[in-house]
Nanobody, 115 residues
């Protein structure tokens, strides 16, 4: 079955960095567009960044210049490098895989930015 497994979340101080990973299985990874979304307590799930199967990236405005999404098709993995973290980046981060009508989510990983 399809699995998206996120890792790399945790507690970090403001200004710090984290690298999230999402390992996919059960899909032909190379044909899927991949993305990272986040959901803060009491808020809706919002787009953070996406990367197409061709490598085109897109970022939500508040993370531009701080976050970088990348993918390694040989490892079936998508990454989110997060630098200069702020308290408002605190959320559960979810990995997403999308191809036509096929849409899959990971279980999420908690990122907490606090001193």
């Amino acid at each position: 079955q399809v699995q998206l497994v996120e890792s790399g979340g945790g507690l970090v101080q403001p200004g710090g960095s984290l690298r999230l990973s999402c390992a996919a299985s059960g899909i032909i990874f190379g044909i899927f567009d991949m993305g990272w979304y986040r959901q803060a307590p009491g808020k809706q799930r919002d787009l953070v960044a996406t990367i197409t199967r061709g490598g085109t990236t897109n970022y939500e405005g508040s993370v531009k210049g701080r976050f970088t999404i990348s993918r390694d098709n040989t490892k079936n993995t998508v990454y989110l490098q997060m630098n200069s973290l702020k308290s408002e980046d605190t959320a559960v981060y979810y990995c997403n895989a999308n191809f036509r009508s096929y849409n899959y989510w990971g279980q999420g990983t908690q990122v907490t930015v606090s001193s």
